[in-house]
């Protein structure tokens, strides 16, 4: 398999992680939707990342829709490891939750950071809606980590929603620097110091540099 995208992209990221987690050998591609855009687009027409190309030829995209490719394989027995997120029920449904909260909040930092520095005159009310948008979903991410009496979200193990909340928080902090002030969320700076201890997320990283033309 051929993963498409830079790690420094939280998307990316989280999908590689995961990967490594289940097992799957892959290549990886660090391509950008910028300076490698034609080349994305002979896989996947959008020119987003992740793209995934499997051994068969067939190509994955979006996030969401290549982890529960992923999944899929691990609960057919393809990997010897237990999925990152629950079949069904209410584990299923609070992992997904959590996710959404992560991923959302990675969307709102990537809108924010390509305000800045795509546009030369900046709309004040697009700033301040991501900056409220931000804040907001911190608070209630602070305060779900804060609950959690264990070492992950969801209990003794990681989850898909934890992986995407470690990978957002890096590439918030990298992103925006001190715009952030990330005292005012100390579970989650918590949460993202564990996830990058660990060989997985250690493996797949890469410094931010933004957008590459």
């Given at each position: 398999?051929?993963?498409?995208?830079?790690?420094?992209?939280?998307?990316?990221?989280?999908?590689?992680i995961?990967?490594?987690?289940?097992?799957?050998?892959?290549?990886?591609?660090?391509?950008?939707?910028?300076?490698?855009?034609?080349?994305?687009?002979?896989?996947n027409?959008?020119?987003?990342?992740?793209?995934?190309?499997?051994?068969?030829?067939r190509?994955?995209?979006?996030?969401a829709?290549?982890?529960?490719?992923?999944?899929e394989?691990?609960?057919?027995?393809?990997a010897?490891?237990m999925p990152?997120?629950?079949?069904?029920?209410?584990a299923?449904?609070?992992t997904?939750?959590?996710t959404?909260?992560?991923?959302?909040?990675?969307d709102?930092?990537?809108?924010?950071?390509y305000?800045?520095?795509?546009?030369?005159?900046?709309s004040?009310v697009?700033?301040?809606?991501c900056?409220?948008?931000?804040?907001?979903?911190?608070?209630?991410?602070?305060?779900?980590?804060?609950?959690?009496?264990?070492?992950?979200?969801?209990g003794a193990?990681?989850?898909?929603?934890d992986?995407?909340?470690?990978c957002?928080l890096?590439?918030?902090?990298?992103?925006?620097g001190?715009?952030i002030?990330?005292r005012?969320w100390p579970?989650?700076?918590?949460?993202?110091?564990?996830?990058?201890e660990?060989?997985?997320?250690k493996?797949?990283?890469?410094?931010?540099i933004?957008?590459?033309t």
């Amino acid at each position: 398999m051929i993963l498409i995208g830079q790690y420094d992209s939280p998307f990316v990221r989280r999908v590689a992680i995961a990967m490594t987690l289940y097992g799957f050998a892959f290549k990886h591609r660090p391509w950008s939707t910028f300076g490698d855009g034609d080349k994305i687009a002979r896989h996947n027409p959008l020119r987003r990342v992740p793209t995934l190309i499997l051994n068969d030829g067939r190509v994955l995209i979006e996030s969401a829709y290549i982890l529960d490719w992923l999944d899929e394989q691990v609960r057919d027995g393809e990997a010897e490891v237990m999925p990152l997120i629950a079949a069904s029920g209410e584990a299923r449904q609070q992992t997904l939750y959590y996710t959404a909260l992560a991923t959302g909040f990675a969307d709102k930092v990537v809108a924010l950071f390509y305000e800045k520095v795509l546009h030369e005159v900046h709309s004040p009310v697009w700033l301040e809606r991501c900056q409220t948008q931000l804040a907001a979903v911190l608070d209630q991410l602070e305060s779900l980590r804060a609950a959690a009496k264990s070492r992950w979200l969801q209990g003794a193990d990681m989850t898909h929603a934890d992986i995407a909340l470690g990978c957002a928080l890096r590439h918030a902090r990298e992103a925006h620097g001190e715009a952030i002030d990330w005292r005012r969320w100390p579970a989650l700076c918590f949460h993202s110091a564990q996830c990058e201890e660990l060989d997985a997320f250690k493996a797949i990283q890469q410094p931010f540099i933004g957008p590459k033309t």
